[in-house]
């Protein structure tokens, strides 16, 4: 996604799709555009996906997306450039020092997706470059509640089963939890989950931080 | 986009020759790649840099012809495919809601799929580009298409239907230019020599960039203070 700039969106998605070299992997990705970026991503997006953003810091799709990216199981990449956002608001973070001159228009950014692109080859081809990482994911994944055994999970409100229950999304799928803790949920809200119930809210639907 | 490099029987090894050198540990392995896409940041910055003072002169003549056309209500329109395509919708995007100066109309023959799926359809690829200059175009516009091989059946189609009708006409190419140096149909080409793909786009960016910004020296706009930090 790329809010201001579509074409730079429009422009990714090609290098994975149909990649410049012959012989190199095709890669399913998609330039989501439209008047609600928010809500295409939300309903397109499946756990396992990488979402790539072109954007500045206080582009406000953007950030919403990447803070909800824990609860839809999604990896992330934001490019951009000027005031950088705040530490860890995307798993990966690309900034230029230029100016939107020549960050956006004068080919940094492309430069930087085409990098993406070709390392994202070389690591299919050399499936040893990756394992590292997954076994640092796998040691995350193994820490939780010594009581309950549960984790504290990042998930987002589907829609509300009554008063008491709502459904809510995680990268595992979509459960059932108790919510009379954080009353006045709505759908989008971002919840943290433990043991069956929503301890508290995280971010209402729209970015209002509780 | 429009040119496919041939299959290599190793595909990374040109790109990365030590890779296969021999076995070796992820850690040294990731190092390595770290240091080439480095290298190739300062390799695409340095063809940037150079390509746009080569050309300057050019660019310069360029800008000044766009700036008769545009004072005397010309158009620009822009076409390109695949990843040109994307750069062909930006330097549109770039003349019409600019950062700083002075918007100019622009147009990408790439923006409408309607047009662009009922064309291919109905009269075949190659033609899609040259069937909206014959709808759009007037002897006061613009016509800039962008290609690294420079020799786009569908860019070179449009490029004579525009030149049958005065319109000026510029072509951005990479490698040697293929069928666009050298055609009468294109007034002006502005090569990136460079046998690579993405860096032909990377530095076809950065001349599409200098471009505007003599353009907008000619028709007077004026940069805004914060262009730097690029606030728009």
């Known amino acids: ?210 | 986009m429009s040119l496919r490099i041939p299959s290599n029987p190793e595909p990374t090894d040109f790109l990365y020759p030590f890779i296969d050198s021999g076995p070796v540990e992820a850690d040294r392995l990731m190092a390595d790649l770290a240091a080439s896409a480095t290298a190739k940041m300062a390799q695409s910055a340095k063809l940037r840099r150079d390509t746009v003072r080569l050309l300057s002169e050019h660019v310069e003549i360029v800008a000044r012809a766009v700036a008769v056309r545009v004072r005397t209500g010309g158009h620009v329109f822009t076409m390109g495919n695949g990843g040109s395509s994307t750069d062909a919708d930006a330097f549109a995007d770039l003349l019409s809601a600019p950062p700083w100066g002075k918007p100019i109309p622009a147009h990408s023959l790439v923006a409408d799929r309607a047009v662009l799926s009922a064309l291919a359809n109905d009269v075949g690829y190659d033609l899609v580009f040259s069937r909206q200059v014959i709808a759009y175009a007037k002897a006061s516009d613009v016509l800039v298409g962008f290609s690294t091989s420079g020799n786009s059946p569908n860019l070179m189609r449009a490029f004579a239907e525009a030149k049958r009708r005065d319109v000026l006409t510029v072509g951005l190419a990479g490698y040697r230019g293929g069928d666009m140096a050298g055609s009468p149909d294109v007034d002006h080409c502005l090569l990136v020599s460079s046998d690579s793909v993405h860096r032909v786009q990377e530095v076809q960016a950065a001349v599409g960039l200098e471009l505007w910004r003599r353009l907008q020296g000619e028709l007077g706009g004026v940069a805004h203070s914060t262009s730097s930090t690029g606030a728009k």
Do not use: N
Not at chain 1, 57 to 84: F, K, Y
Not at chain 1, 103 to 127: I, K, M, N
């Open chain 1, 1 to 210: 996604m790329a809010p201001r700039w579509p074409a730079h969106a429009r422009h990714v998605a090609v290098e994975f799709v149909h990649p410049v070299i012959v012989g190199k992997r095709a890669l399913p990705a998609v330039a989501v555009e439209g008047p609600d970026l928010l809500g295409q991503l939300r309903l397109f997006c499946r756990s396992g996906d990488v979402l790539v953003a072109l954007a500045r810091a206080d582009e406000p799709a953007v950030a919403s997306a990447m803070r909800r990216a824990g609860a839809w199981g999604i990896a992330t990449v934001w490019i951009g450039l000027g005031p950088r956002p705040p530490a860890g608001a995307a798993d990966h973070v690309l900034w230029c020092g230029d100016g939107e001159d020549g960050a956006v228009h004068g080919g940094r950014f492309v430069l930087l997706y085409h990098l993406l692109w070709e390392l994202a080859q070389v690591c299919f081809e050399h499936p040893g470059l990756v394992k590292a990482e997954e076994q640092g994911q796998a040691a995350r994944q193994g820490q939780s509640c010594t009581t309950c055994a549960d984790e504290g999970r990042l998930a987002e409100v589907v829609e509300l089963v009554d008063g008491k229950a709502a459904r809510v999304r995680t990268p595992v799928g979509v459960e059932e939890v108790d919510i009379t803790l954080v009353a006045g949920a709505r759908a989008g809200d971002l919840v943290l989950v433990h043991a069956g119930a929503a301890l508290s809210m995280v971010e209402a639907e729209g970015g209002a931080v509780p």
